[in-house]
């Protein structure tokens, strides 16, 4: 059992900068494969980036490459987001998940616990 708690959302003007946070409990946080998704109203859950375990492999959406980046502190338990040249289409509620299988990293039906998600708005 995996229990995740997203921090650090909040408002920011586009171009700024903001940095996600998912804190996970549970003593086998290493053997999880980590991800972020996003989800704005009337659409669905959207692959953000993903992380396995040791974080030496990451993938990212191309409308995120080269401006998010994913990273992992397995001694602390943490995953985070590091959100820079924020666009108003960067506005969506964050959601880190955990998936303990295999499968394809970017569907959100291979993830089985889910933090509550956190509001980043990005203002034009």
């Known amino acids: 059992q995996v229990q995740l708690v997203e921090s650090g959302g909040g408002l920011v003007m586009a171009g700024g900068s903001l940095r996600l946070s998912c804190a996970a409990s549970g003593r086998t946080f290493s053997s999880y494969r980590m991800g972020w998704f996003r989800q704005t109203p009337g659409k669905e859950r959207e692959f953000v980036a993903a992380?396995?375990?040791?974080?030496?492999?990451?993938y990212y959406a191309d409308s995120v490459k080269g401006r998010f980046t994913i990273s992992r502190d397995n001694a602390k338990n943490t995953v985070h987001l590091q959100m820079n040249s924020l666009k108003p289409e960067d506005t969506a509620v964050y959601y880190c998940?955990?998936?303990?299988?295999?499968?394809?990293?970017?569907?959100?039906?291979?993830?089985?616990?889910w933090g509550q998600g956190t509001q980043v708005t990005v203002s034009s």
């Open positions: 998940a955990a998936r303990s299988g295999g499968g394809l990293y970017y569907n959100p039906a291979g993830y089985n616990y």
């Open positions: 992380i396995y375990w040791s974080g030496g492999s990451t």
